[in-house]
T-cell receptor, first 114, second 110 residues
């Protein structure tokens, strides 16, 4: 079974600080993809970052980086220099074989405080 | 490009009624998906399609049907609505590795 686990239901961070959101996964497939999506209170799902299992380097997209530790099966999202607009739900997801669909974790709620 | 569009944005159904959630994309993507998101949870896959005329079940297909007659459209049909189908429904399409989501349809079954 391919499973995503996010153990932090809620996180707080002060503006301009960095924050790490945890994600662990379980799969027996050698080829897989890991994703992070942001869901603000308005409800839309916004793609943030992608990491392929064969990628040699950790993915980065602006203030977002993915700390990929293959042996530990973890794919933590690091947000640097947090902004108030980063307050949202964050979902980790893994691509599954069936139609390359996504299997999502339960999410982590991030609140950025002034 | 409008991306992925969904209609309606919000709907209230009575138990036993039926409805179709519309999804369209103008990016010529072959892969399309329907997910549902229950309160406090991540998204779960209902159905997916790898191209016109080809659909398959996801994790939670019971109570739903889909069709894919064109590349652009991927409607989701609810037959005999039940309170357990109260949820937010997201449609998505895929280009290379990334899935792009529509704004969602909030459905309340009473």
């Amino acid at each position: 079974a391919q499973k995503i686990t996010q153990t932090q239901p809620g996180m707080f961070v002060q503006e301009k600080e960095a924050v790490t959101l945890d994600c662990t996964y379980d799969t027996s497939d050698p080829s897989y993809g890991l994703f992070w999506y942001k869901q603000p209170s308005s409800g839309e799902m916004i793609f943030l970052i992608y990491q392929g299992s064969y990628d040699q380097q950790n993915a980065t997209e602006g203030r977002y980086s993915l700390n990929f530790q293959k042996a530990r099966k973890s794919a933590n999202l690091v947000i640097s220099a947090s902004q108030l607009g980063d307050s949202a739900m964050y979902f980790c997801a893994m691509r599954v074989r069936s139609g390359y669909a996504l299997n999502f974790g339960k999410g982590t709620s991030l609140l950025v405080t002034p | 490009n409008a991306g992925v569009t969904q209609t309606p944005k919000f709907r209230i159904l009575k138990i036993g009624q039926s409805m179709t959630l519309q999804c369209a994309q103008d990016m010529n993507h072959n892969y399309m998906y329907w997910y549902r998101q229950d309160p406090g949870m991540g998204l779960k896959l209902i159905y997916y399609s790898v191209g016109a005329g080809i659909t398959d079940k996801g994790e939670v297909p019971n109570g739903y049907n889909v069709s894919r007659s064109t590349t652009e459209d991927f409607p989701l049909r609810l037959e005999l609505a039940a309170p357990s189908q109260t949820s937010v429904y997201f449609c998505a399409s895929k280009k290379r590795e990334t899935q792009y989501f529509g704004p969602g349809t909030r459905l309340l079954v009473l």
